[in-house]
């Protein structure tokens, strides 16, 4: 039987190390898309703006705790080195400080 994390991660689609890694580099990558699309079209209000980008960063904190409950339960069980989970958590700190910093600067810029 999965342990309750387990469940949960596997619910909002996080099964796996490589998997919350990849759906961080997919909200990062969305998030400039959205950016993007939204300074040229202005498609959202500024309210839909921030409340995307707050959302895809509370998304990004759990992908980060699943990555790091993977790869805690993968070097317990499969006896991988703990380097390979040292490098993935730098890797998703960036990822989630760009976020941060992204909302950061959509903030400073609508002066909210």
Do not use: C, H
Request: cysteine-free; glycine content about 4%; aromatic content about 14%.
């Amino acid at each position: 039987m999965a342990s309750a994390p387990a469940s949960v991660f596997r619910s909002i689609g996080l099964g796996s190390a490589k998997r919350s890694m990849l759906m961080l580099v997919l909200m990062w990558a969305l998030n400039i898309a959205w950016l993007g699309i939204n300074y040229f079209w202005r498609l959202a209000s500024v309210e839909v703006l921030l409340a995307i980008l707050i959302l895809f960063l509370a998304y990004a904190v759990a992908a980060l705790i699943a990555y790091i409950y993977w790869g805690v339960r993968d070097v317990r069980e499969k006896e991988e080195p703990y380097a390979n989970l040292m490098v993935g958590v730098i890797v998703v700190i960036t990822l989630l400080y760009f976020n941060f910093e992204l909302l950061q600067i959509v903030l400073r810029a609508l002066e909210f």
